[in-house]
């Protein structure tokens, strides 16, 4: 694959857990994502993954039980569940080979983090957290000002 196709492939997506901040942020931010294309949801609960499945246009929606299955039709996936299970689904998405967009916080304690970032490291893919705020004015200040002072 030539640098130029890489750079233009869009990367497939699976959105998993379909609670408040991804029916109102994530999914409608893919209309318009230039080099992400949602490929799928995945949700224990079959009415919201059947009306957003058919909202979105998507194929194919998947419920919890058959996460593996729908890991085999992706790039990378966005894990918006609840904390506790970062990172049990991250884990599992690495293993798949899958990289991984989590929502913060990363996970409820240290030891999940490293595992995470283990499970990443170990079968080459990414892992990211989805901290928003890196260029809000205020942090950007904030930091300014910390390094400065070292």
């Known amino acids: 694959m030539s640098e130029?196709?890489?750079?233009?492939?869009?990367?497939?997506?699976?959105?998993?857990?379909?609670?408040?901040i991804t029916q109102v942020a994530v999914l409608p931010a893919f209309k318009t994502a230039r080099n992400s294309e949602l490929v799928t949801i995945i949700s224990g609960d079959a009415k919201k993954r059947e009306e957003l499945g058919a909202q979105y246009g998507l194929e194919h929606v998947y419920s919890y039980e058959d996460y593996e299955q729908a890991l085999s039709t992706v790039d990378a996936v966005y894990i918006a569940l609840p904390n506790h299970l970062h990172k049990e689904y991250s884990v599992r998405a690495a293993r798949a080979g899958v990289h991984i967009l989590c929502e913060k916080p990363m996970a409820v304690t240290e030891e999940e983090c490293e595992a995470m970032i283990q499970a990443a490291d170990e079968n080459k893919v990414k892992l990211?957290?989805?901290?928003?705020?890196?260029?809000?004015k205020g942090t950007s200040r904030l930091l300014s000002w910390r390094l400065a002072e070292n």
């Not at 990211?128 to 809000?136: C, K, Q, V």
């Open 4 to 20: 130029k196709s890489k750079s233009t492939r869009q990367i497939r997506y699976a959105v998993v857990g379909l609670g408040h």
């Open 128 to 136: 990211m957290i989805a901290y928003r705020l890196h260029f809000e």
